[in-house]
């Protein structure tokens, strides 16, 4: 397992690599979809999931000026491994828009027995 090989079992290791991928993506075919507006960036990334993805759904809630909220639904396979990773690719989504003190975690997780994961997002 890549986690335990490469990144000695922590976590964080996960987060590192979806950073990693965000970059990748917005550097790259991605690029498009980065725009001024983090909220139109993350619902058009949820509009986007079912074009990419062929499992579950994706929906995007705007809190407030400077908060979000994603939820993944319907996941048919779920793992604390990749809820992980996908926390470091929201963060470094939300900083390669130019915001600084970014937070980011998972209120609810299918993996915890949670009908849907969910990643809040804040970010200044």
């Known amino acids: 397992m890549i986690l335990n090989r490469f990144g000695e079992g922590d976590l964080g290791f996960l987060q590192g690599?979806?950073?990693?991928?965000a970059?990748?993506?917005l550097s790259g075919g991605y690029h498009p979809?980065?725009?001024?507006?983090?909220?139109?960036?993350f619902r058009r990334s949820a509009l986007l999931h079912a074009e990419s993805q062929d499992f579950g759904t994706s929906a995007y809630l705007e809190l407030e000026p400077t908060e979000g909220r994603?939820?993944?639904?319907?996941?048919c396979s779920y793992s604390p491994l990749h809820?992980?990773?996908?926390?470091?690719f929201y963060r470094e989504c939300i900083r390669l828009h130019g915001a600084v003190d970014v937070e980011v975690?998972?209120?609810f997780c299918q993996c915890h027995g949670d009908e849907?994961?969910?990643f809040e997002m804040s970010w200044t």
């Open 83 to 88: 809820c992980a990773s996908v926390i470091g």
């Open 17 to 21: 690599l979806g950073a990693y991928s």
């Open 116 to 118: 849907f994961c969910t």
């Open 33 to 41: 979809l980065q725009r001024s507006s983090l909220h139109q960036f």
């Open 105 to 107: 975690r998972e209120s």
């Open 70 to 75: 994603m939820i993944h639904a319907g996941y």
């Open 23 to 25: 970059r990748q993506s």
